[in-house]
């Protein structure tokens, strides 16, 4: 019986798309509400689970994975991938998912080598694989939620991502890193309240206020308007700033550029 506030998180296919700390993101997500006197409640959804009421997420996390799990994934999101996609257009739920997790959720993802993976088509977006592989640590400059910060996140990714930008909006500008493509300089993207992104790593803990954006937007899902209290993020800024150092004197990671 829950006896505060709370919100419903599903982790889609826990246990195909979680790689490169990406489960950090929940971790994350469940502290911050409960630092706030808030409760959460974590459902795990995977291939072949019946009867899941996705009507009651108020935020999904999807995480990345291996080109052979994404396969499975995307059969099992032929069945459910509709009502996922209802829930964040017409019941206006928050998603964050990266990178398999974004390509999945987009229109398809053609892989250098195999047949064509479709998606849900949620982003208005595509991915084709490429023959070097972006890998490095990453810092984006973004406006998400009004204000101005910079997103650090580490990507290893192959695919080449291109969005149909007049349907929605990068989650930002690739200031260290290859973002989307390597091409237009975007990384990740947005659209009403779902956030696509690049960056594992895990990417909220060292980003609090677009942790806070999405679990802002969660709330306002179930009780239509909400405000959080800010939380002393001193901890979560010093871990950003140092991502960044890292970023500027190390920048890609060379040792891999191959597929």
Known sequence: MLNKDYIRVCFLYSRMMSIYGD??????????VEWRGREVVIDEYNVGDKKYNF??????FFG??????????????????????????????ALLAICGGM???AKYYQPTLGDRIEGTGLFDAYTRGGKERFIGNVVVESEIGGEKNNLVGFENHSGRTYANWDNMKPLGKALIGRGNNGEDGTEGMVFQNAVGSYLHGSLLPK????ADWLIQKAF????DDYQLEELNDDVEKKANEAAQ?????????SNISEV
């Open 23 to 32: 489960r950090g993101n929940i971790i994350c997500i469940k502290k911050r």
């Open 55 to 60: 009507e009651d997420v108020d935020l999904f």
């Open 64 to 93: 990345g994975g291996q080109d052979i799990h994404q396969i499975e994934v995307a059969l099992d999101l032929k069945t459910v991938g509709k009502m996922i996609n209802r829930q964040v257009v017409d019941k206006r739920a």
């Open 103 to 105: 390509q999945l959720l």
């Open 207 to 210: 980003n609090p206020w677009l």
């Open 220 to 223: 306002i899902r179930r009780y």
């Open 245 to 253: 150092v890292v970023a500027e004197n190390v920048g890609k990671v």
